[in-house]
């Protein structure tokens, strides 16, 4: 369990801002904190009170890592305490076919598990405070202000019914960064197209056996597989392939009989899933589809993390992708902010490149996603052998790391003036923790 979000919660909105952010995730909370840094006035309005977020995704991926330490965030990500994943091993029908070890990646840290809450709490803990900064909590995105064509700010919503409190915030952007169900997406109009993948997910988590170590594995028989990740601080988080709409029957069949199938696909997990997966309670549900969109942006508005490009959890790319949309984005924005005459909104055209750099990163990751999901689903006898025949001989492919170096690590710039206001903003208590902490924030 994390804490409530116990920071005062702000009651006034204000009528008019710079940027209004719909949505406190890894993606717009990020965002908030960085544009709040540059002296941009941000408003970031999030439906929850508090930070608690359950099965979601945790691994940041060298690249994500790399960025936080340069952007500050490494003594409070210290502090709060993370896991290193060394490696990830993928095993099919019980023998191990293709083995990489992050130490070997030159010149990057290693991938790190730090709970979703954890990783927020440091955004909004090193936002709070800067001036034009204001944090709406209980609030709820409702509709959409426009004028001639253009959004012009969001009407949001607090409580239900006759109770319901409304107000409207005027801004020269808002950006939807309210998640893979997003309700800014819908009412923007802007086409999104929107795939079931062929099978859905149930995640779990286990106490992690010492000897398990720091080691994430791809336990694949036939096309049932298991995801485990070592997660912080003691545990591992499991996700299971289901079919599509597949989790009615799987309950019909009864809570042992999905256990005992947990079981069978690992044998090292089995005593462990026996005395820890008690029942459905202790599962969480996530349906699995993609969002596409060729337009993130309309005149005054624009997506970004999820509910622009809902990925799926293959490869554990979400968080990284929402995280690096909110850095890309930074130095664009406050240029067009910048550029824009008064109040005028951010238009669509001033965010176009930023849009097209964004969309192709994500599609080279759906690629490798859809292509792994393929191999998963396969299942028949000559279709296994083919799928264990292909991980070895990458396994053994000189080239190995260079390809996974290319899906995994891909880098992308942080922009000079965040190098220099994340130097800034370390306390000079928080630069006393290590030499370390100049070459973090250094180019
Ligand atoms: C079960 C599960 C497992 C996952 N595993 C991984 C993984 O291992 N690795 C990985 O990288 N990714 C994983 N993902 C995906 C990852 O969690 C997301 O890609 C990532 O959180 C996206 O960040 P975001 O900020 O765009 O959206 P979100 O994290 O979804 O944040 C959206 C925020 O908007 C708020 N919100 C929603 N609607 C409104 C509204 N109307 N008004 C105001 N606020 C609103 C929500 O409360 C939420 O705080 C997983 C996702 C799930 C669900």
Redesign the pocket.
């Given at each position: 369990m994390t804490r409530p979000d116990d920071r005062p919660a702000q009651t006034a909105a204000p009528e008019e801002t710079d940027v209004l952010i719909?949505?406190?995730?890894?993606?717009?909370s990020l965002l908030a904190c960085l544009l709040a840094r540059r002296g941009i006035r941000t408003v970031l309005?999030?439906?929850?009170t508090n930070l608690e977020?359950s099965?979601?995704?945790?691994?940041l991926a060298a690249p994500s890592v790399t960025s936080l330490h340069k952007l500050g965030f490494g003594p409070a990500l210290r502090a709060h305490g993370f896991l290193e994943t060394t490696t990830v091993t993928t095993v099919t029908e019980g023998r191990p076919v293709l083995h990489v070890d992050y130490r070997r990646f030159r010149d990057q840290p290693l991938p790190i598990d730090i709970p979703?809450p954890a990783l927020i709490r440091i955004f909004n803990d090193a936002a709070e405070g800067l001036p034009g900064y204001v944090y709406l909590s209980g609030?709820?995105?409702s509709s959409l202000m426009e004028e001639d064509g253009a959004v012009r700010g969001a009407e949001l919503v607090r409580g239900r019914g006759s109770t319901a409190e409304r107000t409207r915030v005027r801004a020269r952007l808002v950006v939807g960064?309210?998640?893979?169900?997003?309700?800014?997406r819908k009412a923007s109009g802007l086409p999104a197209d929107i795939e079931p993948m062929a099978r859905d997910?149930l995640?779990f988590k286990l106490p992690r056996p010492p000897e398990w170590g720091q080691d994430a594995q791809l336990i694949v028989d036939h096309d049932r597989h298991l995801v485990v990740?070592p997660t912080f601080p003691d545990s591992l988080?499991i996700?299971h392939n289901l079919p599509k709409r597949g989790l009615a029957t799987l309950r019909r069949a009864g809570f042992a009989a999905f256990r005992d199938g947990i079981a069978a696909l690992s044998p090292a997990l089995a005593p462990l899933v026996r005395e820890h997966l008690l029942s459905w309670d202790d599962t969480?549900f996530?349906e699995i589809f993609t969002a596409e969109m060729e337009q993130w942006a309309r005149d005054g508005l624009l997506l970004?993390?999820?509910?622009s490009h809902?990925?799926t959890?293959i490869l554990?790319?979400?968080?990284?992708?929402?995280m690096q949309d909110a850095i890309t984005l930074v130095p664009v924005l406050v240029a067009a902010l910048d550029a824009g005459a008064g109040r005028q909104p951010v238009g669509a055209g001033e965010l176009a490149d930023f849009v097209a750099g964004r969309r192709a990163h994500k599609m080279h990751v759906t690629r490798f996603q859809r292509m792994q999901e393929s191999q998963l689903a396969v299942s028949s006898p000559r279709g296994v052998r083919v799928r264990r025949l292909r991980y070895r001989l990458l396994n053994a492919f000189p080239g190995k790391y260079r390809i996974f170096d290319k899906v995994i690590n891909a880098q992308h710039p942080v922009d000079p003036v965040d190098l220099s206001l994340a130097q800034a903003a370390l306390s000079p208590g928080s630069r006393a923790d290590g030499a370390s902490t100049q070459a973090e924030v250094a180019p």
């Open positions: 719909i949505g406190g995730g890894p993606a717009g309005v999030e439906k929850q977020r099965f979601r995704g945790e691994t979703q609030w709820s995105f960064a309210d998640g893979r169900f997003s309700k800014v997910f995640s990740l988080r996700g969480s996530l970004i993390g999820d509910a809902t990925a959890p554990g790319q979400g968080v990284n992708l929402a």
